[in-house]
């Protein structure tokens, strides 16, 4: 038994102790099922906020999917898509999503149809009214932003469509949300069981926001000192406004892929900010500061 600091490191398997960047966690996975099944509301696979229609779907990696599917671009046309980062990481999930309907590019060209701008970990795009003026589909992926804002203006609220994931933001296994103009789109992937599902967890979880806003922003401030502290500094400093969906942080001259490697061991979902000399963690509110101190004992033991 590998022992360090009050915690047990390469535990054997079916030990770990899961840190996802969901919130979603086991004790979630029961209340969800109650809550499915006192759920009295509707299952239409719509619902309003804040004077808006969204159209609920099986995960924010389907919304987009149904995005393109509307949009029904050539399959020669260039989706050209920026993030709050200019960082040349993007996510697997769109990328290929993406190339099953036409391309995408980091560059504006004359083959640019739509452009799709991720509001990367909860960190909003600061040049959106720019981007309108090209008068182009404007997508915004608000995966991990469903509650940032910047100079009071909620992402997601300025492109012609904006898709969130549930499963990202509340402690649900699925679901995304996805704004197209007020338009119904339907997800047809989804039975009416599935639908009440998602709305009942919806109904539960999305009281609960300005407590979700605070715990974020508080585990954030927990990562910045303890992580700063030892000069690992954070790749992003929250503006007013915006609510973090993972904490990214920097180590220069380290081996960030065997990390990993390592902390996925442990049960902890992470990467590597590819592109960048960088990592990211969970950081969400069904986290603890303690589970700040584990994470930074296991990096810290691993990189000494």
């Known amino acids: ?32 099922q109650g809550l499915w099944a006192a759920y009295e509301g509707d299952v239409f696979p719509v619902l309003e906020e804040e004077g808006r229609l969204l159209n609920v779907c099986s995960s924010a990696t389907r919304a987009l999917a149904m995005v393109l599917e509307d949009l029904q671009l050539d399959p020669e046309a260039e989706v050209w898509v920026l993030t709050t980062s200019n960082n040349r990481y993007l996510s697997g999930c769109v990328t290929r999503t993406i190339e099953l309907y036409c391309r995408w590019s980091r560059q504006y060209s004359s083959a640019t149809a739509a452009i799709l701008v991720n ?30 804002a910047l100079d009071g203006r909620r992402a997601g609220s300025q492109g012609d469509y904006a898709f969130y994931s549930l499963a990202k ?50 585990l954030y401030a927990a990562f910045l000192e303890r992580f700063g502290a030892a000069g690992w500094p954070a790749r992003f400093e929250p503006a007013a406004g915006e609510v973090p969906g993972a904490f990214l942080f920097g180590a220069p001259g ?11 061991q442990q049960g902890v979902e992470c990467s590597v900010f590819y592109g960048e000399e960088v990592f990211y963690l969970p950081c969400h509110q069904s986290m603890e500061e303690g589970h700040v101190d584990y994470l930074f004992t296991l990096i810290k033991d691993f990189l000494a």
């Open 119 to 148: 509001h990367e970990f909860g960190f909003v795009r600061r040049d959106m009214a720019a981007l309108r003026a090209y008068q182009l589909p404007l997508i915004e992926d608000c995966a991990y932003s469903y509650y940032s």
């Open 254 to 264: 380290r081996d960030l892929s065997a990390l990993k490697v390592y902390l996925q």
């Open 1 to 32: 038994m590998d022992f360090l600091n009050g915690y047990i490191k390469n535990p054997e398997a079916f030990r770990q102790a899961p840190l996802y960047l969901s919130p979603f966690n086991g004790e979630a996975l029961l209340r969800n």
């Open 169 to 218: 933001t509340f402690p649900m296994q699925a679901g995304g949300l996805l704004y197209a103009g007020g338009r119904e789109l339907a997800d047809a992937s989804l039975s009416a069981s599935a639908v009440r599902y998602l709305k009942a967890c919806y109904a539960h979880y999305s009281g609960q926001g300005e407590d979700i806003k605070r715990r974020r922003r508080h």
